[in-house]
C-alpha cells in the first residue's frame, strides 16, 4: 500500500502565492508520475500539473506561467509553487501517483482558497 501525505495548502489573496507538496511512502515501486489534480465546489476533478519520472511536465492551460512543478525521484515527493493566484483557483488539490506496476493513489486532499 502507498499512502500520499499533502502539506501546504491555506488561505491567500489574490495575486499570493503558496506551495504545496506531496510525499509517498509505503510499497513504492518505480514511479510513473506524480502531480496534482485539484476539484472545486460542484466541478469535475481537472488534472493541474504533472511531473514523469523522466521529468517531463504537463500543465492545464489555465495554469501555465503561473504554476510550477517539481519532484524528486530519489525521495518519492512532489512540489507544487502557485504563484499569481486567483479566486477561480480556489478548490481542494490532490496529489496523484501512479506506478509503472499500474497502481494508482491518491491523497487526502487539501484546500487552497484564494479570496481577498
Known amino acids: 500500500q502507498v499512502q500520499l501525505v499533502e502539506s501546504g495548502g491555506g488561505l491567500v489573496k489574490p495575486g499570493g502565492s503558496l506551495r504545496l507538496s506531496c510525499a509517498a511512502s509505503?510499497?513504492?515501486?518505480?514511479?510513473?508520475?506524480m502531480g496534482w489534480y485539484r476539484q472545486a465546489p460542484g466541478k469535475q476533478r481537472e488534472l493541474v500539473a504533472l511531473?514523469?519520472?523522466?521529468?517531463?511536465?504537463n500543465y492545464a492551460d489555465s495554469v501555465k506561467g503561473r504554476f510550477a512543478i517539481s519532484g524528486d525521484n530519489t525521495k518519492n515527493t512532489v512540489t507544487l509553487q502557485m504563484n499569481s493566484l486567483k479566486a477561480e483557483d480556489t478548490a481542494v488539490y490532490y496529489c496523484?501517483?501512479?506506478?509503472?506496476?499500474?497502481?494508482?493513489?491518491w491523497g487526502q486532499g487539501t484546500q487552497v482558497t484564494v479570496s481577498a
Open positions: 496523484y501517483a501512479s506506478f509503472v506496476t499500474g497502481g494508482v493513489y
Open positions: 509505503g510499497s513504492i515501486s518505480r514511479l510513473n508520475a
Open positions: 511531473i514523469t519520472s523522466g521529468r517531463s511536465t
